[in-house]
């Protein structure tokens, strides 16, 4: 398992009717990129291949992907036979719509390897009066294997080097520009977004922001009264801007 030390996995959300039924039918929205906050995010476009070797370097895998093995071994054979790059072309703007509408279409459910980052309460639980849900990384794995990707998002100063168009999709899923560095960012993708789907893995813990109200904690908790999970409030941490959680 790659990144052994991420034993947790959370999600904020702001305490609104769309939260609560979220935890009350343990289920999760997975978005479109389209509603994303970053307009780069699963965006990112390929430049033009370095040298004609490259082209041709990619050819046989780009034209193995979209095509039956019998066809696509005919193709790569006219292509090497005629030696020009009028069908390599043809072959790479078709695997770059291809991989791109993928991006677009697929469903991304974001979760955070921190769960007391100041500017998280603010960005995405309402000012610090909604909640942090807790889920064990592993169980996570374990439970959605078979259904989704789960991955953490890599950072990057420069825009990356997409001359593989092979791996366009995995980089525009999984890579984002190094001013989200903050947001520690993992990822569960599937194939078709704007959905709805059972919750990854089941709930072990709740955090409360430090400006939740009693009346909001109450609620949530009520919605868990017969279950062992485990209920933090946020307060701030004397002489420093961070916060700290103590268990209610």
Not at 13 to 35: D, G, H, I, T, Y
Not at 123 to 133: R, V
Not at 155 to 181: C, M, Q, S
Not at 188 to 194: D, E, M, P, R, W
Request: a negative charge.
């Amino acid at each position: 398992m790659e990144h052994p030390e991420v034993k947790k996995l959370y999600k904020y959300r702001a305490f609104n009717e769309f939260s609560l039924r979220m935890l009350v039918n343990r289920e999760m929205w997975v978005a479109k990129p389209a509603s994303f906050n970053d307009p780069f995010d699963c965006a990112l476009t390929p430049g033009n291949p370095k040298t004609t070797a490259d082209q041709l370097h990619q050819l046989s895998n780009l034209i193995r992907e979209l095509y039956e093995p019998e066809e696509a071994e005919k193709q790569i054979r006219e292509i090497v036979e005629r030696n020009h790059l009028k069908p390599v072309e043809e072959v790479e703007d078709k695997s770059i719509e291809k991989h791109m509408l993928e991006a677009r279409e697929s469903g991304v459910f974001s979760l955070s390897e921190k769960n007391d980052d100041i500017l998280m309460w603010s960005h995405y639980a309402n000012n610090h009066t909604g909640f942090c849900i807790e889920f064990e990384r592993k169980d996570v794995k374990s439970n959605f294997l078979s259904h989704f990707m789960c991955r953490k998002v890599e950072y990057t100063v420069e825009y990356p080097n997409l001359h593989r168009i092979i791996d366009l999709l995995d980089v525009n899923l999984f890579t984002k520009a190094d001013g989200w560095k903050y947001e520690s960012e993992w990822r569960l993708v599937t194939k078709q977004g704007n959905t709805t789907l059972p919750l990854p893995a089941p709930i072990t813990a709740i955090y409360f922001g430090l400006r939740s109200s009693d009346d909001s904690i109450k609620t949530v908790k009520n919605i868990f009264s017969n279950e062992q999970i485990e209920f933090y409030r946020a307060s701030r941490k004397q002489g420093e801007f961070a916060i700290e959680f103590m268990g209610i």
